[in-house]
């Protein structure tokens, strides 16, 4: 079993940055997977990252570009560095990881881009 708490939401201008970060109770070195999802209001959730633990990344085309996923597994930690940011990419932000068909979600942070 895997705890997951995310951090670092919150309100941010068109245009700024912010940094989410999501916490794990267990070791992620051998987790396969980490990922960040997101859900806007009366949408569905959508992938934004993930990293392999290997180091491999993808992203939606949406946030390639401006989006940065990186996992530091001494501190069993993933980030979403999120720049450039637009207010379509308000939503509320959750961490998943994949242990080899285990699945487990974190309770999410929102991120609103309003001016």
């Known amino acids: 079993q895997v705890q997951l708490v995310e951090s670092g939401g919150g309100l941010v201008q068109p245009g700024g940055s912010l940094r989410l970060s999501c916490a794990a109770s267990?070791?992620?070195?051998?987790?396969?997977?980490m990922a960040w999802y997101r859900q806007a209001p009366g949408k569905e959730r959508e992938l934004v990252a993930s990293?392999?633990?290997?180091?491999?990344?993808n992203y939606a085309d949406s946030v390639k570009g401006r989006f940065t996923i990186s996992r530091d597994n001494a501190k069993n930690t993933v980030y979403l560095q999120m720049n450039s940011l637009k207010p379509e990419d308000t939503a509320v932000y959750y961490c998943?990881?994949?242990?080899?068909?285990?699945?487990?979600w974190g309770q999410g942070t929102q991120v609103t881009v309003s001016s």
């Open positions: 998943n990881a994949n242990d080899w068909g285990l699945i487990y």
């Open positions: 267990a070791s992620i070195f051998s987790i396969n997977a």
């Open positions: 990293i392999t633990a290997g180091g491999s990344t």
